[in-house]
């Protein structure tokens, strides 16, 4: 028989992933549970293999096994064409992921399942906790992104995964025989749902929407089976009433969280679900709104993938290519990932083996439902936990079209988990055709084998944790110093020096344990530019091009740092790169104009404007660069005629505009009074009633009585 303690280990991690989280921003929430996961699957593994260190009996095989293995198998070989850094994170996540679908098929049973269940559930529950002690009582333990996060820093990292719980809390719920038990399991689930509400996040609420009568039809049709259905009338009757009492209560409870507050959508659970959900029928929130940044997305990533339909562009590498599929006017890269798993998936490991992969997975999730739905006889005992687990499926895979579960830990060891139980159902069922349950011959030699690996694995892990931690500790560090470089600060304070010593320091410490934490080191380099250390902001965006060379932004940051410097062959080869990416921006002609400019060539940087204008090729940005590079090279022409193409590009701000321009014909070289009179009237004109005396005192005394 399978021993209990994998399975306990197990049920710790999934109790810790989700309850436990970093109470500061100097590291990453998903690198904490990581590790967490990491390690308490290579722990249980290490005591597996160890308790059958002697065994000659088989051990189960499952053909799922092959899925995770299979994405694995291409994110090594990814490493040696591809983004290696990137792939290598992808070939850990899958192995750990591989080891625990094996890991969980030979150890969990009927007996263990509820131990698993109860670490998942409170897990779910403490993690609902924090989320409510942040709507109700504006709690900041954890550091927040988009509020309520829990622990997980993303509202919607946490909904994900507590909508994927929910299936697998009711089947829990469902099982147990005790009525005390069971109404105080009902209040704790009515507890997660409402926390589930207070997130907003609409592809959760949407699922759970779904969910409800997928629920109702999964525990009508096992009432025979469950042992919640052989509670006397009155306790189910008492369930019943103390879940909808508890969502009515808890869900009416208003905020006290000031950001929730001023977002205006909603002050209670109930109230903010509602008007969330319903935000999905604005017409805004497809043009304005998340949704018409994730349709970018959605369109960039099929591009890519229609680009690279057999092999993909590599394991890991999407946020590497995508610049190279957005739309020309989008400067900065839209986000790290694709919110769509499946596109994601497709993109990255192309049609050979993600589209196999993702076939083989719905072939096999269709199959089971239909062979869940069939099961008669003694078989029937399996079906109440098929129907849940593949309803838990159902939740992430719904989920999965808006986010990134898979690549968050929590979620990722789930889905894992709930194919696992599938999996370990179909051995129980005597299912052994090909793809399904089936012998792994063994030797005690290959339980020693194994174990060594674990050992050795585990010290890696815990290598690569340290490391991790350090460095993100390091460069989040400098961050943090950096917000003051540009601030005076107390007397009592460390000197500006010191801090910028330490800063520094830090984050050239954390770039050399890694250099591909592109999402932060760029901030760092941001910050030291605009403190006017031009050399150091260079040294840092140098490292992130290297690991990121399809970035606009961080080309045009490093053309302008090298400007500044002095260094305008380097800023031409910068610029280089950012015509690669976007030959015919207006983005990339401004920059142009601007280093032509700082390298002394103003003739050809005019020429260029002019050009522009003449084509009518010109925006806010380039306007704005004309009439500074007009009046920086006493080029009084090319200055007007910015002036007066932004005059009838933006007419809202002719205050400003008409100013500047009568200021420019009321001197020499291009004095001429009447015009300068009558721009300076058009600017009168705009100024608000209540500032057209001081508009009137900033003219020339000439002017002044002429208004």
Known sequence: MPSLQPITFLAWMMFLVPTLGVPSELMLQDTLKSALAAFGVLIAALVFFWQQRQRTAPLRWHGLVWLPLALMAYALGSMAWSHTYLAGVEAIRWFILSLLLWLVLNTLTRKNLPTLLWGIHLGAVVASLWVALQFWFDWRFFPQGAMPASSFINRNFFAEYAIAVLPLSVWLLASLRSPRLTMVMTASVAFNVVALMMTGTRSALVT?????????????????????????????????????????????????????????????????????????????EYTEGSFSIRSQMWMATARMMLANPLTGVGAGAWEVQIPLYQRTYTVLETDYYAHNEFLQLLSEYGMAVGGLVLAFLLAYLLHSAGTTWRLRGEDLQEAPLRAFTLTSLLALLIVSNAGFPWHLAGCGALLVLALAMLAGSDARLGKRQQFFASCLRW?????????????????????????????????????????????????????????????????????????????????????????????????????????????????????????????????????????????????????????????????????????????????????????????????????????????????????????????????????????????????????????????????????????
């Open 208 to 284: 759970l929407l779904v969910l409800l009568p997928v629920l109702a039809v999964v525990l009508v049709k096992y009432r025979d089976i469950l042992p919640f259905w052989r509670l006397a009338l009155v306790n189910r009757a008492l369930t019943a009433a103390i879940f909808i009492a508890c969502v009515g209560v808890m869900g009416s409870i208003p905020t006290q969280n000031a950001q929730l507050i001023k977002d205006g959508s909603g002050t209670t659970a109930l109230e903010r679900s509602f008007l969330r959900t319903a935000s999905m029928a604005k017409r805004s």
């Open 443 to 707: 030797k005690p030699t290959y339980s020693r084998v194994a174990l060594i690996a674990m050992a050795t694995s585990l010290g890696l892990a815990a290598y690569i944790s340290r490391q991790a931690a350090v460095a993100e500790y390091k460069i989040v560090h400098a961050i943090h110093l950096g917000l003051f470089l540009t601030q005076t600060l107390p007397a009592s304070a460390p000197s500006m020096a010191d801090r910028k010593s330490q800063m520094l320091q830090d984050v050239q410490e954390g770039i050399a344990i890694n250099h591909h934490y592109r999402r932060l080191t760029a901030v760092v380099a941001e910050q030291l530019a605009a403190s006017g250390d031009f050399r150091n902001a260079i040294k840092i965006l140098e490292t992130v091009a290297a690991s990121r060379p399809n970035v606009v932004a961080i080309w045009a940051g490093l053309a302008i740092n090298y400007a500044q410097m002095g260094q305008h062959e380097k800023a031409h080869l910068a610029l280089q790169q950012v015509e690669r990416l976007k030959p015919d921006d207006l983005e990339t002609v401004t920059l142009k104009v601007t280093l032509l400019t700082k390298a002394g060539q103003a003739i050809e940087a005019a020429g260029i404007l002019n050009k522009s204008f003449d084509l009518g090729r010109y925006d806010f940005n380039l306007l704005q660069t004309g009439y500074a590079v007009g009046l920086k090279e006493n080029n009084p022409l090319l200055t007007i005629r910015s002036l007066e193409l932004f005059n009838t590009k933006w007419p809202e701000q002719g205050a400003d505009t008409y100013f500047r321009l009568g200021s420019i014909y009321a001197n020499p070289p291009m004095q001429d009074d009447a015009k300068a009179l009558a721009a300076f009237k058009q600017g009168y004109a705009g100024v608000p009633a209540d500032q057209k005396d001081n508009y009137r005192y900033q003219l020339p005394l000439r002017f002044q009585q002429q208004m």
